[in-house]
């Protein structure tokens, strides 16, 4: 059993996410709020992975997050893991990615897109799952996952 | 959402069948442009932005095949104006025509009309985004000029960088193996991600920042666009390159015999007054293309079939 997996396994219940890209730890943070629970979090930093890069791991005590907040936390953070706890034991782990279209969760960052000015829905188009690339279905503007803002 | 979507919102939409398609219609409407196939149909023309040039061609083009005209051409009178959103405007509008060509100064506006009409939508251009049917008048004017499509060398003027002309134009030209020269200031160059576009698809470009007899001398199309100063940041630098991108008539000698000019209109003073007489200008005939182009946009929108 190798070592992160023994930090994971030390929640009773609650939620881990890994492989959360080094710089945006913050971001994850912020996206699910969490400096607004009381509940025990431990955020971990600048840990080596099994490919030897750097990765942050945070882990929430007593915590589930709902689908739109894993759908949000994809769009900034393509390919993190998210482990499921109950009894010390890993009852699901799946890692989130880029769903084809994003709906209605994130905002364009073009002032003149249609989108900015009727009350609808936004979509995007996602154009690289890996490095997080979206493309305004309507605008055609790309945005990448530092410059997102969500709705 | 929509059903009957034949709505033209971008040339991407097209395919290569297509494109060939209405060009032939366009074909057929400049051998006899009057024809009233659209007899009993209403269009609605909705310029969200004036656009005197683009609404007449295609008003034009409507009353030509018989259609009757309603609509607005100035945004001070729309009711979005009032507050009203392009949602109500367009649902109010679809109860009374069987077809909307509009133009709006936001992205993405005709994307959005096409999703929620009950009837097509025509985009006549969105702000910096899209404006197909200038497109396709570029492509009828080529091929009508050269006789094909295929393997030609076309050169683009100007301002690349945002001239949203030549954007669509890299796109329209994907399935026919050109090989482009894009000639502009740095400031102006064409962007990385259109570059990107013309690499993922096999397109060949070469760009050059010089502008003169020798570089045009293989070209089979030169594409002049205006370089206008708002779009500098140094206006050093306007000043320096707003002279050298402006075509006069003895850098033609030497050209292809087949080459012919093209520009989208209007002109300002990148192609010399001189120019206009030599018989390889084509801006003022391209113009004229646009009727019948846009006469099989609408017949095609409206699925009606051009014999
Ligand atoms: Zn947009």
């Known amino acids: 059993m190798g070592k992160t997996e023994l930090k994971v396994a030390a929640i009773e219940n609650g939620t881990v996410i890994d492989h959360i890209p080094a710089d945006r730890v913050f971001t994850v943070v912020d996206i699910l709020g969490l400096q607004k629970l009381d509940n025990t979090i431990t955020i971990g930093f600048n840990l080596k ?27 900034v953070a393509p390919n993190i893991s998210i482990s499921l706890i109950r009894n010390y034991e890993i009852v699901d782990k799946h890692t989130v990615s880029l769903p084809d279209q994003v709906v209605d969760t994130v905002k364009c960052s073009n002032p003149k897109c249609i989108t900015n000015h009727e009350p609808m829905a936004t979509r995007f188009i996602t154009v690289d799952k890996v490095a997080g690339t979206l493309r305004c279905a309507y605008c055609n503007r790309e945005i990448s996952v530092d410059e997102i803002i969500f709705k | 959402m929509s059903l009957t979507n034949n709505s033209l919102v971008t040339l991407e939409d097209l395919s290569k069948e297509k494109i060939l398609q209405l ?15 659209l007899d009993g149909k209403i269009v609605a023309t909705l310029f969200f932005e004036p656009s005197t040039r683009t609404r007449l061609s295609f008003e034009t083009a409507a009353n030509r095949l018989g259609a009757r005209v309603i609509g607005f051409s100035d945004a001070a009178t729309t009711s979005s104006t009032k507050g009203e959103t392009l949602k109500d405007t367009i649902m109010m509008v679809s109860n009374y025509s069987d077809l909307i060509i509009m133009r709006h100064y936001l992205e993405g506006a005709a994307r959005y009309a096409s999703e929620i009409s009950p009837i097509p939508i025509i985009n006549a251009g969105d702000g910096a985004n899209q404006h197909p049917s200038q497109t396709m008048l570029d492509l009828y004017s080529m091929q009508k000029t050269q006789g094909k499509l295929d393997n030609l060398d076309i050169y683009l003027v100007g301002d690349l960088k945002y001239g949203r002309t030549v954007h669509s134009m890299l796109t329209a030209m994907r399935f026919f193996n050109p090989t482009f020269h894009f000639i502009a200031p740095k400031e102006l160059a064409m962007p990385d991600v259109y570059k990107q576009y013309c690499r993922d698809n096999g397109i060949k470009f070469i760009e050059h920042t ?32 707003k002279d050298a991108y402006i075509l006069h008539n003895d850098m033609l000698e030497g050209s292809k015999p087949n080459l012919r000019i093209l520009h989208p209109l209007p002109r300002v003073n990148e192609i010399s007054q001189d120019v206009d007489e030599n018989p390889k200008a084509y801006y003022f005939q391209q113009a004229k293309n646009g009727l019948y182009v846009r006469q099989a946009l609408i017949c095609n929108a409206l699925n009606i079939n051009v014999d």
Not at chain 1, 61 to 66: E, I
């Open chain 1, 49 to 75: 992975s099994k490919k030897s890069e750097k990765k942050g791991l945070i882990k929430i005590s007593d915590h589930y997050f709902t689908d739109l907040e894993i759908a949000r936390l994809a769009c």
């Open chain 2, 23 to 37: 060009l032939e219609n366009a074909a057929k409407f400049e051998a006899c442009p009057n024809r009233k196939i």
């Open chain 2, 210 to 241: 010089e502008f003169n007899k020798d570089i045009i001398a293989g070209a089979d199309i030169l594409y002049m666009t205006r370089v206008q100063r708002e779009r500098f940041s140094n206006l050093d630098e306007y000043e320096r390159v």
